[in-house]
């Protein structure tokens, strides 16, 4: 590729009228998928932006998920309008302008396409690469497809671009988790049916394949696979988890991955995954805060996806190259950040710093303590936490409530501004009165006053720094993978443990980044609850370890620590 130097802002806008139709896209099995075709309203062949998900490629932003009193909100708030703009996936009314093709596809038993509804299958990466390799060859096409899209619509990328379809050029997965079991379904192997549950029904039933309404719901049932029944079904990571997501060892077309860094349980892991371990030559990382959907259409955000679009699709040279490969939000509580370029994630120049737990005083420091000693915290027992799954119904965290579900440990204030950047872990020496614990873990930013600063996130306005979970049965790691600051659990095997014997847990605390302001505190929440204040991402299932009492040991051989990327 030898770009002409192109003025981004000049040259690069074209302001075509667009016009529009739905078309067929024949499969490899004789099937075929429904799509609306957004064109230039002339002659020529353009780039095309595509995007695949089970949503329904006619229903607008505004009507996705009715039960959900979020999305109207997003839209009212949202920068980007129009009567053609649909939930997380780019706006035709921006990008044909811009001179590009835009093609939204109705993932097969969604919609208008007919077959057999199977989410974030094996099955959905054939169809995916079918229709990008049918886009690629058709006459208004110049023959470069780009992926652009949110949550879904950037998992099925990572999952299509490891399959290496020849006319893919590039993904912008923005917000999308990699693996589906530890990021989506089973967070510290812990199933995650909360969310799970109200998606399923409300942002994925409500679009399957029924024209004219003239399937029962025993036809439907019989035509889709029931994905909250394959993921209770499948507890461990095995095959049936493996052959459904992305191998980044294969994707290696160029991508730029959009992050949160208040999405933990979420999105936040797979966009850093995906952008360390993907073999691609050339690949960004953004990392925004703020909510879901909303930095994908600001015009900020449209900037950035121009930019890199601009150049793998058209060729234009809009000076991404010469941009460093990060950028990063700084965020310092609510929705206060500024804009930091980076070469690197995590930095190099990060200062890995070990808080020692104390469970004699609840005080963190990088002292250890002088003696040991442990502190207990009570089972969720009467599973009080099982009714915080109604929908949008926020559990708040307050420091002062006396709950003997939980433990909290406590930093003297800082004596300086202090900026935490990147993976952070704790290392906890557990026992449990059971043969399992679940364990949910919280990391506080509080000020002078004792008030939580809490960070503008995905899902609330109320996000603490980040959180962390661990089933202890599933502790084991892949000791290849892992690193000091990340353990990487394989979900592979079950080691139940003898009850009252103690038990050495690394816990992956999700990435993230705050500047701690002189005279704040840090507060480490342990518990048997998910106090995230995270609405929809409960664990509420069955399979949840209610009963184990849990006891924590920390001082000599039981160096219990909270490892922090603190940044000089």
Same mark, same amino acid.
């Given at each position: 590729?030898?770009?002409?130097?192109?003025?981004?802002?000049?040259?690069?806008?074209?302001?075509?009228?667009?016009?529009?139709?739905?078309?067929?896209?024949?499969?490899?099995?004789?099937?075929?998928?429904?799509?609306?075709?957004?064109?230039?309203?002339?002659?020529?062949?353009?780039?095309v932006i595509m995007t695949?998900?089970?949503?329904?490629?006619?229903?607008?932003?505004?009507?996705?998920?009715?039960?959900?009193?979020?999305?109207?909100?997003?839209?009212?708030?949202?920068?980007?309008?129009?009567?053609?703009?649909?939930?997380?996936?780019?706006?035709?009314?921006?990008? #044909?302008?811009?001179?590009?093709? #835009?093609?939204?596809?109705?993932?097969?038993?969604?919609?208008?396409?007919?077959?057999?509804?199977?989410?974030?299958?094996?099955?959905?990466?054939?169809?995916?690469?079918?229709?990008?390799?049918?886009? @690629?060859?058709?006459?208004?096409?110049?023959?470069?497809?780009?992926?652009?899209?949110?949550?879904?619509?950037?998992?099925?990328?990572?999952?299509?671009?490891?399959?290496?379809? %020849?006319?893919?050029?590039?993904?912008?997965?923005?917000?999308?988790?990699?693996?589906?079991?530890?990021?989506?379904?089973?967070?510290?192997?812990?199933?995650?049916?909360?969310?799970?549950?109200?998606?399923?029904?409300?942002?994925?039933?409500a679009h399957q394949y029924? %024209?004219?309404?003239?399937?029962?719901?025993?036809?439907?049932?019989?035509?889709?696979?029931?994905? !909250?029944?394959?993921?209770?079904?499948? !507890?461990?990571?095995?095959?049936?988890?493996?052959?459904?997501?992305?191998?980044?060892?294969?994707?290696?077309?160029?991508?730029?991955?959009?992050?949160?860094?208040?999405?933990?349980?979420?999105?936040?892991?797979?966009?850093?995954?995906?952008?360390?371990?993907?073999?691609?030559?050339?690949?960004?990382?953004?990392?925004?805060?703020?909510?879901?959907? @909303?930095?994908?259409?600001?015009?900020?955000?449209?900037?950035?996806?121009?930019?890199?679009?601009?150049?793998?699709?058209?060729?234009?040279?809009?000076?991404?190259?010469?941009?460093?490969?990060?950028?990063?939000?700084?965020?310092?509580?609510?929705?206060?950040?500024?804009?930091?370029?980076?070469?690197?994630? %995590?930095?190099?120049?990060?200062?890995?710093?070990?808080?020692?737990?104390?469970?004699?005083?609840?005080?963190?420091?990088?002292?250890?303590?002088?003696?040991?000693?442990?502190?207990?915290?009570?089972?969720?027992?009467?599973?009080?936490?099982?009714?915080?799954?109604?929908?949008?119904?926020?559990?708040?965290?307050?420091?002062?409530?006396?709950?003997?579900?939980?433990?909290?440990?406590?930093?003297?204030?800082?004596?300086?501004?202090?900026?935490?950047?990147?993976?952070?872990?704790?290392?906890?020496?557990?026992?449990?009165?059971?043969?399992?614990?679940?364990?949910?873990? =919280?990391?506080?930013?509080?000020?002078?006053?004792?008030?939580?600063?809490?960070? =503008?996130?995905?899902?609330?306005?109320?996000?603490?720094?980040?959180?962390?979970?661990?089933?202890? =049965?599933?502790?084991?790691?892949?000791?290849e993978l892992s690193t000091?600051?990340?353990?990487?659990?394989?979900?592979?095997?079950?080691?139940?443990?003898? %009850? @009252?014997?103690?038990?050495?847990?690394?816990?992956?605390?999700?990435?993230?980044?705050?500047?701690?302001?002189?005279?704040?505190?840090?507060?480490?929440?342990?518990?048997?609850?998910?106090?995230?204040?995270?609405?929809?991402?409960?664990?509420?299932?069955?399979?949840?370890?209610?009963?184990?009492?849990?006891?924590?040991?920390?001082?000599?051989?039981?160096?219990?620590?909270?490892?922090?990327?603190?940044?000089?």
């Open positions: 590729m030898n770009p002409l130097p192109i003025d981004i802002n000049e040259r690069s806008n074209h302001f075509y009228e667009l016009t529009w139709k739905e078309v067929q896209i024949p499969m490899r099995d004789g099937n075929y998928l429904a799509a609306n075709l957004y064109q230039p309203n002339v002659d020529g062949s353009f780039p695949m998900c089970p949503y329904g490629k006619d229903l607008h932003f505004s009507q996705f998920a009715p039960a959900n009193p979020t999305i109207a909100i997003e839209y009212t708030h949202s920068q980007d309008k129009g009567p053609l703009i649909s939930w997380e996936t780019p706006n035709p009314e921006f990008w #044909v302008p811009q001179g590009y093709t #835009v093609l939204r596809v109705d993932e097969r038993g969604i919609g208008n396409s007919p077959g057999k509804l199977d989410i974030l299958s094996n099955s959905l990466k054939k169809d995916y690469y079918d229709a990008i390799e049918w886009a @690629g060859t058709q006459p208004w096409s110049n023959g470069k497809i780009g992926l652009l899209g949110i949550s879904y619509l950037a998992m099925s990328q990572w999952a299509v671009a490891s399959e290496q379809p %020849p006319h893919l050029a590039c993904i912008i997965p923005w917000e999308g988790t990699v693996d589906y079991y530890a990021e989506f379904c089973y967070p510290g192997g812990i199933q995650a049916n909360g969310f799970l549950s109200f998606w399923w029904k409300n942002g994925v039933l029924n %024209p004219d309404g003239k399937f029962s719901e025993e036809q439907l049932q019989a035509n889709r696979t029931d994905f !909250p029944e394959m993921v209770k079904n499948n !507890p461990l990571r095995d095959q049936s988890w493996t052959n459904r997501f992305s191998d980044l060892s294969k994707v290696e077309v160029p991508l730029l991955s959009a992050s949160n860094w208040f999405s933990a349980g979420m999105h936040t892991r797979g966009n850093f995954l995906g952008f360390q371990n993907a073999v691609s030559e050339h690949k960004w990382l953004e990392v925004h805060i703020g909510s879901h959907v @909303g930095a994908f259409y600001t015009a900020q955000g449209r900037e950035l996806q121009k930019k890199f679009l601009d150049y793998w699709l058209k060729g234009i040279d809009t000076g991404i190259m010469r941009e460093p490969k990060v950028k990063l939000a700084i965020p310092r509580g609510g929705n206060n950040y500024t804009w930091r370029y980076e070469n690197e994630y %995590p930095l190099k120049r990060t200062q890995w710093t070990r808080f020692y737990l104390d469970a004699s005083s609840n005080l963190l420091s990088q002292e250890p303590p002088q003696a040991k000693a442990q502190l207990c915290y009570e089972g969720d027992k009467e599973c009080e936490s099982k009714h915080w799954a109604k929908p949008f119904m926020v559990k708040e965290f307050s420091r002062e409530e006396n709950n003997s579900k939980r433990v909290l440990f406590e930093t003297d204030p800082f004596d300086n501004e202090t900026e935490i950047l990147g993976p952070i872990k704790l290392r906890l020496w557990a026992s449990s009165t059971t043969d399992d614990m679940d364990i949910f873990v =919280s990391l506080r930013n509080f000020d002078s006053l004792g008030n939580e600063v809490v960070n =503008s996130g995905a899902l609330t306005e109320k996000f603490p720094i980040s959180q962390g979970w661990l089933r202890a =049965s599933l502790r084991k790691t892949d000791d000091e600051c990340k353990p990487y659990y394989t979900f592979d095997e079950v080691q139940k443990l003898v %009850p @009252g014997e103690v038990y050495c847990l690394d816990i992956e605390i999700w990435d993230s980044a705050i500047v701690v302001a002189k005279g704040n505190r840090l507060l480490l929440e342990i518990g048997s609850q998910n106090q995230s204040g995270c609405a929809l991402l409960t664990q509420t299932g069955d399979d949840r370890v209610w009963d184990a009492d849990i006891t924590l040991y920390t001082g000599d051989e039981f160096d219990s620590y909270l490892l922090l990327p603190i940044i000089p």
